[in-house]
Nanobody, 118 residues
Framework: QVRLVESGGGTVQDGGSLRLSCVASGRTFSKVAMGWFRQAPGKEREFVGHMRWSGGSTYYADSVKGRFTISRNKIGNTVYLQMDSLKPEDTAVYYC???????????WGQGTQVTVSS
């Protein structure tokens, strides 16, 4: 099985920064990609960005492009989401996900709350 554990959420003011972490454990040796979704109250879960594990290329939603950055550690078991210039509309629960080779569905973390106050 695969386990994803997020951390780093919290409350910041408009324009502030936060860094989220997601540690993967278990059968994660065949990662295709890891990344982040978010879900605001009353809204559907939306894609934020991901990193292709082979090569490390990244892709972001237009709403966060230029403000958010995804990276990983050297060991390859942790993915980060650096969030800068945060806006109140970034307030949401942020979920880490992993796509694995052969898996039909994504693996998800439990989510971490990010609140941006105006």
């Amino acid at each position: 099985q695969v386990r994803l554990v997020e951390s780093g959420g919290g409350t910041v003011q408009d324009g502030g920064s936060l860094r989220l972490s997601c540690v993967a454990s278990g059968r994660t040796f065949s990662k295709v990609a890891m990344g982040w979704f978010r879900q605001a109250p009353g809204k559907e879960r939306e894609f934020v960005g991901h990193m292709r594990w082979s090569g490390g290329s990244t892709y972001y939603a237009d709403s966060v492009k230029g403000r958010f950055t995804i990276s990983r550690n050297k060991i390859g078991n942790t993915v980060y989401l650096q969030m800068d210039s945060l806006k109140p509309e970034d307030t949401a629960v942020y979920y880490c996900f992993a796509d694995l080779v052969g898996a039909k569905e994504k693996y998800w973390g439990q989510g971490t709350q990010v609140t941006v106050s105006s």
